[in-house]
């Protein structure tokens, strides 16, 4: 029996959230620690403006400072390198996308069982542009390939679901979390995947460490993102 949890906020729109998910899994390999992964949509408005732009990157609509345009530019320059050498996909959105349905989804989801698969379709699909997370009736598609009961989630999109997914991001910013990826262990929080080093020296002071894992950590490369999720 795991009795250490290690909480797991994460947005669809957050490519850096996307990047996290599998060096997250690995934690739950490593060490006897069950992961509780939540839904946090954040608010990009607040921090980088919004912007829509067409297929060929032509900017239709924008309400954004040349420094966020910057800002921005830097972050999926910075995401692609990582991604480009896990072979995945990052193609920038074309607006800022509501993600709190998809979030519902992941919670739907996470009631029977399924988190996983639901939580690895969509984010794939949805950095590929395949994917709109603001229709219902496609988060419920996701939600059926995964052999979820997709019943009720019409009713649990707008109630229950809703509540928990807003009550979820209200206790988180109580916490003091602002961004994503977010780790609280304890009552320790831990902002961007490039924590992951010291979240294992953590565990691993606390004996937690299956066979054979052994945590290292060099500070000396360490890096941080440019806002809260990206």
Known sequence: MV???LTVYIDYKSPY???????????????????EWLPYTLNIPDFLG???????????EEDRSSHQWRKVRYSYMDVRRYANL???????????????????GLLYAQKQGKFRDY?????????????????????KSVLGETNVDITNFDDFATDEGRLLHDEVRTEAEKKGVFGVPTYV??????????????????????????????????????????????
Do not use: C, M
């Open 3 to 5: 009795d250490q949890r």
């Open 17 to 35: 959230a996307y990047l996290a998910v599998e060096p997250t899994w690995a934690i739950a390999r490593d060490y006897k620690v069950a992961l």
């Open 50 to 60: 919004s912007a829509k732009v067409n297929n060929q990157g032509e900017v239709l």
């Open 86 to 104: 896990r072979g995945l996909t990052i193609r920038g959105p074309q607006k800022i996308w509501n993600s709190s349905l998809a979030g519902i």
């Open 119 to 139: 939580n690895n379709k969509v984010y794939e699909r949805f950095w590929r542009r395949e994917l709109d997370i603001e229709d219902p009736s496609v988060i």
């Open 185 to 230: 262990l304890d009552d320790e929080i831990f902002w961007g995947r490039e924590h992951l080093p010291l979240i294992r020296l953590r565990l691993s002071e606390k004996g937690l460490a299956r066979p054979g894992i052994h945590a290292l950590i060099d500070v000396t490369h360490a890096w941080r993102p440019l806002g809260p999720g990206w």
